[in-house]
């Protein structure tokens, strides 16, 4: 990727923090976004070669400014050549007990946030001559499970979404790449939402024993070498995919007691 140009969402933190440093040590151009500019200037200063990593902070549920963002980013180094779409926010909360615009925040961060930055860049790297968007969705993405039902509908968009959209662009040489991490070491616990909108803020066991960031950065970096058009990373919670794929009924029925389990610890 040496002198590549790659803006990353989601930087600040996790995943995309884990991608700055694996794209940085390998001579790319990268343009670190997300909320928080002290963590992405954080994240800048922890990088070897600073002068190829500059910040634009940008809020992914402001879906109207992110056009403007991506011409921002445009001049940054002249181009894009990859959207790496980390940013988002999970969920830990009941649907019955959750408000509404609690799950329309989830959705506007995790699907309309990533569809807006993906559609703004698309003409640019058109007229470049071609480039990549690489969504980072989730296994909840394949398939729902309890706690989640705005975070896996909003996931479940990206999937529809893209792949609709990689068989309208792959003649404009556009590559769509969706990622679908399981448990990953990050503070996604943390900052996910509950039902009244405030954050979680605990280390949930499953991501306090998942697949590190830096692995997981290793793993996508691979992908997006091998142009693979969606890839499964994390533990034994991959297996999710298979049942859901092979037996739909008793994935059905597992996930009703992963529900009363997580209802017993609860109260
Ligand atoms: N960790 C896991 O187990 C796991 C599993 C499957 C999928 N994923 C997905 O991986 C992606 C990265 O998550 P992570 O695990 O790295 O979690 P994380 O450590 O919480 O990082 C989330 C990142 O998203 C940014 N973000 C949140 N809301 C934003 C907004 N409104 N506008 C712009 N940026 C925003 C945060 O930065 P600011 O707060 O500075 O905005 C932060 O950089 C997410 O899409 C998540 O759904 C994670």
Not at 77 to 86: C, K, T, V
Not at 244 to 261: A, C, D, E, G, H
Request: with cysteine.
């Amino acid at each position: 990727m040496k002198d590549k140009v790659i803006w990353i969402t989601g930087a600040s933190s996790g995943i995309g923090e884990a991608l700055v440093y694996a794209y940085n040590s390998s001579g790319a151009k990268i343009i670190i976004s997300s909320r928080n500019r002290d963590e992405l200037l954080r994240v800048k200063g922890n990088c070897k070669d600073q002068m190829n990593v500059q910040v634009l902070p940008l809020d992914l549920g402001d879906t109207a400014a992110l056009n403007n963002k991506a011409r921002e980013a445009e001049k940054v180094f002249g181009h894009i050549d990859l959207l790496i779409n980390s940013g988002g926010i999970s969920q830990r909360s009941l649907a019955l007990e959750t408000a509404l615009n609690v799950e329309q925040k989830i959705m506007t961060v995790n699907f309309w946030g990533t569809v807006a930055l993906s559609k703004a860049v698309l003409p640019g790297m058109i007229a470049y001559g071609g480039g990549r968007i690489v969504c980072i969705s989730s296994l909840t993405g394949k398939f729902g499970t309890p706690y989640r039902s705005g975070y896996a509908a909003s996931k479940h968009a990206l999937h529809g979404y893209f792949d609709s959209l990689r068989s309208e662009v792959f003649d404009k040489n556009i590559q769509i790449t969706l990622i679908c991490p399981g448990y990953i070491k990050t503070n996604i616990s943390l900052n996910a939402v509950t039902a009244d909108g405030t954050t979680h803020n605990k280390m949930d066991e499953n991501q306090e024993n998942g697949l590190s960031s830096a692995n997981c950065a290793k793993k996508i970096i691979k992908a997006i070498q091998q142009n693979k058009e969606e890839v499964y990373m994390g533990g034994k919670e991959m297996k999710g995919i298979l049942f859901k794929r092979f037996f739909p009924l008793w994935f059905s029925k597992y996930m009703r007691t992963i529900n009363l389990k997580i209802q017993k610890t609860k109260h």
